[in-house]
């Protein structure tokens, strides 16, 4: 085997996302006290409005954009969007705060051998979608060994058919 076969890049870790932000003060401003992030220092070389922000391990980088009119505004609240995702202690809670600042949401449930997790999902103000769940509920278990599963079901087609040949071939 081939060392670092499965970390070609050596990656370490997840450092940040970026997002662009019709408002950079309106996002810190929802990303401060709906999600509990802090500011942190910004490199002052930058010639572009932005602002850095950290929590929960990861940083968010706020991007101020130049065209904030042309930016899209989604009204739908879709699961099945791009969307990054938090673990929280008491999903009640979460529910109960989101109600308190009349933050729209929509409820989901997952539900994986009789394993639960349930979803809450909400946008930021520039319509990034944000999902709060308790999904460490649910085991992290590799394929290493088993056939790799597909949601979709032209992939899984393929994905079978290809098993099916290997098994064939042995």
Not at 88 to 105: P, T
Not at 111 to 136: A, K, R, S, T, W
Not at 139 to 154: F, K
Request: with cysteine; aromatic share 8%.
């Amino acid at each position: 085997m081939k060392e670092n076969q499965g970390n070609p890049l050596h990656l370490k870790s997840l450092n940040h996302i970026s997002l662009v932000c019709r408002s950079v003060e309106e996002s810190m401003n929802f990303y401060q006290n709906v999600l509990g992030f802090d500011p942190i220092r910004r490199p002052g070389s930058f010639d572009f409005s932005g602002a850095w922000l950290f929590g929960h391990g990861i940083g968010i980088h706020l991007l101020q954009s130049e065209n904030p009119e042309t930016l899209p505004k989604k009204k739908e609240i879709n699961p099945k969007d791009n969307h990054i995702s938090f673990q929280c202690e008491s999903m009640g809670e979460v529910e109960k705060k989101l109600k308190d600042m009349e933050i729209e949401y929509v409820r989901a449930m997952v539900e994986e051998g009789g394993i639960y997790v349930d979803q809450l999902f909400f946008h930021d103000p520039d319509g990034f979608m944000i999902e709060i769940c308790n999904c460490d509920n649910l085991p992290v278990i590799p394929l290493a060994g088993e056939m790799a599963r597909s949601c979709s079901r032209v992939n899984l087609q393929v994905l079978q058919r290809q098993h099916l040949h290997q098994v064939v071939q042995q």
